[in-house]
């Protein structure tokens, strides 16, 4: 004799019951990695310029605030070292971005931590050159288009920023 079958219970009508397929593994650094890579970095340069910034800019602040005290108009070369910052800070952000991202880390220190590396199209080491065309295109992007610079690699399939479209680069998960 067969063994009695229980049958098979109805589905709820208007209920579909399915499990969500795992996200497919991606190799690129996608945008959320990128962004906390760029927060790390930016607190690390940060703990160094503006310390620096201070030392170097301090005189003329407690110059400015005794004049606005005195009811008195501030000379312009007050006002000379805070704009000798500016390039002086672009020159250590790019000297940092590039000679790190060119180097056999292949990243800066925030990428380096979470394990990502910038790669030519062909998934090599880049030379410095590259890195700083990067860099600028970085910069100038920013400048331009603030925030559109990183909002396209969450909408590339190789996760790229406009800055490594215009240098051929890549952000890989290593």
């Known amino acids: 004799m067969a063994p009695a079958v229980a049958p098979a219970a109805a589905a709820a009508p208007g209920y579909a019951y399915t499990l969500a397929a795992p996200a497919a593994y991606s190799p690129y650094g996608g945008f959320w990695l990128r962004v906390v890579a760029t927060l790390l970095d930016s607190v690390i340069i ?12 301090l005189p ?11 009811n008195q108009e501030p000379p312009v070369e007050l006002f000379v070292p805070f704009f000798l910052m500016i390039p002086l800070v672009v020159a250590g ?6 000679l790190l991202t060119s180097s056999s880390w292949q990243g800066t220190v925030g990428k380096r931590v979470l394990r990502l590396k910038v790669t030519d199209l062909a998934g090599n080491r880049i030379s410095f050159g590259r890195a ?12 331009a288009l603030t925030s559109l610079v990183y909002i396209v690699v969450a909408f590339t ?15 890989m998960k290593y």
């Open 60 to 70: 003329a602040i407690i110059k400015l605030i005794h004049l606005a005290q005195a």
């Open 46 to 57: 940060g703990a160094v310029t503006v310390p620096l910034a201070l030392i170097f800019l």
């Open 157 to 171: 399939e190789r996760k790229q920023g406009l800055h490594d479209l215009i240098a051929g680069t890549l952000v």
């Open 132 to 143: 700083t065309g990067r860099f600028f295109a970085k910069l100038i992007l920013r400048i």
């Open 93 to 98: 952000v790019w000297l940092y971005e590039a």
